[in-house]
């Protein structure tokens, strides 16, 4: 048999489609946390260019980190979509690093820049896992 007959290695069934949910669901995210940006705070995701003001609508209103939790979800979608492990531990090494910068560098900075207003938001809001009802804070 040539190798175009062979069966590609798989998922579980239900495995793939469960990816390609994932990947399609977090992009659509992605995107509308980019737009939040631009649109409600005035600015980028880029430190370099920050927002003018603290972006808490939309998704924000259930989880304070939508576009590092997207990006892992994708990433997540894709070991399921190519049954990689290799893809997954590539997300784990992803998440370590997004929760090491957010910690370290982006949670302290947007304390210092927008104070109360930030803890307020922070302490109602979940980092990574999305609160079902949305913070009407």
């Known amino acids: 048999m040539t190798d175009h007959y062979r069966k590609p290695l798989s998922a579980l069934p239900g495995l793939v489609p469960a990816g390609w949910i994932l990947v399609i669901g977090a992009a659509t995210i992605l995107l509308h946390a980019f737009a939040r940006f631009a649109l409600e705070g005035l600015g980028t995701p880029a430190p370099v260019a920050p927002t003018e003001k603290l972006v808490v609508g939309g998704i924000y209103r ?5 576009m590092y939790v997207a990006v892992l979800a994708i990433i997540l979608g894709q070991a399921l979509i190519f049954s990689s492990w290799a893809v997954l531990v590539h997300g784990l090494v992803a998440a370590a690093a997004m929760i ?4 370290l560098y982006e949670e302290p900075t947007l ?4 104070g109360e207003q930030y803890e307020v938001y922070r302490r109602a809001v979940p980092g990574w896992l999305p609160r079902l009802t949305p913070w009407r804070g």
Not at 62 to 66: C, E, F, G, I
Not at 100 to 103: L, P, T
Request: charged fraction near 15%; avoid cysteine.
């Open 100 to 103: 090491s910068f957010v910690n």
């Open 62 to 66: 259930h989880v304070r980190n939508p």
């Open 111 to 114: 304390a210092s820049r927008y």
